[in-house]
């Protein structure tokens, strides 16, 4: 670097790039606030959804699978499978865990009574229609 | 010279004046917190090879342990070992920068304890009840900001973490404010406060799926790819005036110039995790320019690394340490930069957002950007605080042998993830009939298999670096 470009100019560089970026940051997350309505599916998050993504966080369901493509990479993605599998075979799903097959990657046995097990699929119908710009690519997350 | 047995812990304010290596003797609280990041470092390499092995056998120690469990251990383990890691580094670099001592050792030991404690509760709490007890048992529901990825803790860990970080700010900006005031130790500052009130946002869990996502990120993203690499910067710097003598100024210039491009990229870079959970699509163009305008920091720290030791003014007999500091430069910029770039544009992400691709980027990143600064500034740090310039040649040549099997192990296990991932995709994701997820996954088991390989040459080059702790022998560094 040359000696003419001194350390107070990079310093100045710093305050002033991270300052202008942030309010930029700010204010994109404005916008996007603004925005979110239209796409959040805020509408149908009910008292039933609230307690779905209690249980959803208690039992560490991200620890294992993705929910919209966040989590881990262990189990399906479950962003989407509402669709992929309907409201029946998730609970039998559930309420049917370790499958116990040997070598197979095992899910756990959550205990889960009906009403948490509707209040859990209540929640996944909900993330299931949050507009994510068409992802997953197909059905199969 | 240096004797090499003083190996044992010198509490400060004892005879750890007896410490001829330290400028100031409070810097010695720095050690427990090294050794304490270490002892952490070996337990998450223990569950990522359980994980690594459930990945093939699934029903491996089910149900003792299943795999979400040992996946918070792993990747927890990770962040408090780091975060030990990056205090010990704020309590060794910030007296020295400041030419006076730490404003209070004593509760700089204390917090330790706390720290150390409460992780250790937290994590028999993950392995000893199932997590929905846990999360009763802490109160949860008073606050629930449980069960999202890394941020599992329990609320009252959450909240010990925040009073931990509090008291060490606080002990380290009272040093600062009563001492001499360096860019070094003004950037490690900031960094460690950006920490600390980026951390705040774990707090916020609203009902909203979309904005829990948006906000979940200012603490992960922010923290790696924002403040993280000042503390980062900061550390590389510290160790480099140290081991190369190069004059102040040429490097406080770099490390600057490398934070400013850092946070100009990195801040609306955080749009690269905006694409697909719900937010406006213009987050597509936003995140895509400036994430893919991220690798230029990262580069920017392998050319000063490299740059810095080839200007050297003096050859420090710790070779072992300047071997970290150079790796460190390439491999963040490696797991970071390029593995980064690799998924960054939405293109790309849309096919491969939560894949394999994803957890091979997130191990080089971590290994080669975190875990390597916190390990150079150990390997720089630690024979001074046992008393002696560098260690002796023996345990240098240990030491090395440990950094080039951890390394390229990390390599290869990114370079299976990536083989990995990219089947994945290819399967589950591309084509008129896409594979079921796990039917996809029992086709790519072979690399798994290949991965916890090379996951054990990695635990084996971690045992190395321990014993390098206890080779004993003359002084005098390797050639
Ligand atoms: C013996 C070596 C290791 C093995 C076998 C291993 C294995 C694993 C596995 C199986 C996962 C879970 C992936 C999933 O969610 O499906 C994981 C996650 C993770 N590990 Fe490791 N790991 C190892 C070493 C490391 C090291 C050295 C680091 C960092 C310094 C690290 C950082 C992480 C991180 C950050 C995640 C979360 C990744 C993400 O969310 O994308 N691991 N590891
Ligand atoms: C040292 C710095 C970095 C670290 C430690 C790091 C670590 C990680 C981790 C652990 C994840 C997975 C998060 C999750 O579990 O959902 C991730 C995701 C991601 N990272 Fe990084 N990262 C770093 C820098 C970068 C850079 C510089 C770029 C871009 C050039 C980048 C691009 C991405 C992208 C696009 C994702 C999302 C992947 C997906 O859609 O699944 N990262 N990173
Ligand atoms: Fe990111």
Redo the contacts between chains.
Sequence with gaps: ?SAS???ST??N??YG??VF??L??LA??F??TQ??PK????AN?TEQ??RG??I?????????H????????????LGNVYQRRGPEFIKAWIKGQ?T?????????Q?HLNDGELEDLVAFLK??SE????H??????? | MTTAATATLVPPGDDASANVQLKYRSQAVAKPYFIAAIGLFVGQIIFGLVMGLQYVIGDFLFPEIPFNVARMVHTNLLIVWLLFGFMGAGYYLIPEEAERELHSPKLALVAFWVFLIAGALTIVGYLAVPYATLARLTGNDILPTMGREFLEQPTITKVGIVVVALTFLYNLSLTVLKGRKTTISLVMMLGLWGLAIFFLFSFYNPTNLVLDKYYWWWVVHLWVEGVWELIMGAMLAFVLVKVTGVDREVIEKWLYLIIAMTLITGIIGTGHHYFWIGTPAYWQVWGSVFSALEPVPFFMMTMFAFNMVNRRRRDHPNKAAVLWALGTGVMAFLGAGVWGFLHTLAPVNYLTHGTQITASHGHMAFYGAYAMVVITMISYAMPLLRGREANGNRAQVVEMWSFWLMTVSMVFITLFLTAAGILQVWMQRMGDSPLPFMVAQEKIAFFYWLREAAGVVFFIGLVLYIVSFFVTGKSRAPR
């Design positions: 670097m470009f001194t350390k990079a310093r560089i710093f790039g991270a970026f942030f930029l940051f994109l997350t916008d996007t925005a979110l796409r959040d599916n805020r998050l959804v609230a993504k209690n959803w966080e208690t039992r560490n369901c991200i620890g294992c993705t929910l919209l493509g966040e989590g881990a990479y262990f189990a399906p993605e370790p116990g097959a040997p070598g197979r990657r095992q899910m756990p959550f909900y993330a949050i507009d994510t710009n992802w997953p690519p197909n059905i199969e997350g």
